[in-house]
């Protein structure tokens, strides 16, 4: 069965201090993976999305993530997070079945909470 | 920048009573779809629509749901009888492709079954 696994329900982390949020997933096919944030009171917002090509991406605000096929893993990262990155963040998936692909499949979120 | 709008935020309604959430997607998207989280779970896709007929619905969409186009900007989600367990987060999202992963998600329907 095809899933995504948030490790971290909740995440307290210093201003400024480095963070990694973790995300792996379950596929028997290729995939696309994406990182969503939803700030407090908004929608989900797409943060950064990996469907070919390096496997490194980048989104906005600062941050990152990286593709690891052999360990399954989509971890977003940020060198230094600001108090205005407090905020849920999901981690979703896409199955590629040949022509035709999946739903999205979530995550069940990480909150992040930056503390000064 | 263009965004998808859900109202109302809030809505809190009694258990067997009928509930429309409505949504205004952006405004040349012709896929739209909903989600919902239910609290401290994932978030869960319900149904996908295109061209005035569903085009995926999972195994929670049963009956009690029903999505339509009443005009050309809105797409509402109608509960007809509310359980307790329908208490969640409901998100809409609209793609001008058709592809996941040009989805617009906007901020939420908090629905409240007392």
């Known amino acids: 069965a095809q899933s995504v696994t948030q490790l971290d329900s909740q995440v307290p982390v210093f201003e400024e201090a480095p963070v990694e949020l973790r995300c792996n997933y379950s596929s028997s096919v290729s995939v696309y993976l994406f990182w969503y944030v939803q700030y407090p009171n908004q929608g989900l917002q797409l943060l950064l999305k990996y469907l070919s090509g390096s496997t490194l991406v980048k989104g906005i605000n600062g941050f990152e993530a990286e593709f690891n096929k052999s360990q399954t893993s989509f971890h977003l990262r940020k060198p230094s997070v600001h108090i205005s990155d407090t905020a849920e963040y999901f981690c979703?998936?896409?199955?590629?079945?040949?022509?035709?692909?999946?739903?999205?499949?979530f995550g069940k979120g990480t909150k992040l909470s930056v503390k000064p | 920048e263009p965004e998808v709008t859900q109202t109302p935020s809030h809505q809190v309604t009694q258990m067997g009573q009928e509930v429309i959430l409505r949504c205004v997607p952006i405004?040349?998207?012709?896929?739209f779809y909903w989600y919902r989280q239910i609290l401290g779970q994932k978030v869960e896709f319900l149904v996908s629509f295109y061209n005035n007929e569903i085009s995926e619905k999972s195994e929670i969409f049963d009956d009690q749901f029903s999505v339509e186009r009443p005009d050309g900007s809105n797409f509402t989600l109608k509960i007809r009888s509310t359980k307790l367990e329908d208490s969640a987060m409901y998100f809409c999202?609209?793609?001008?492709?058709?592809?996941?992963?040009?989805?617009?998600f906007g901020s939420g329907t908090q629905l409240s079954v007392l």
């Open positions: 999202a609209s793609s001008w492709t058709g592809k996941n992963e040009k989805l617009f």
């Open positions: 405004s040349n998207h012709l896929y």
């Open positions: 979703a998936v896409i199955m590629n079945y040949g022509g035709s692909q999946g739903n999205l499949i």
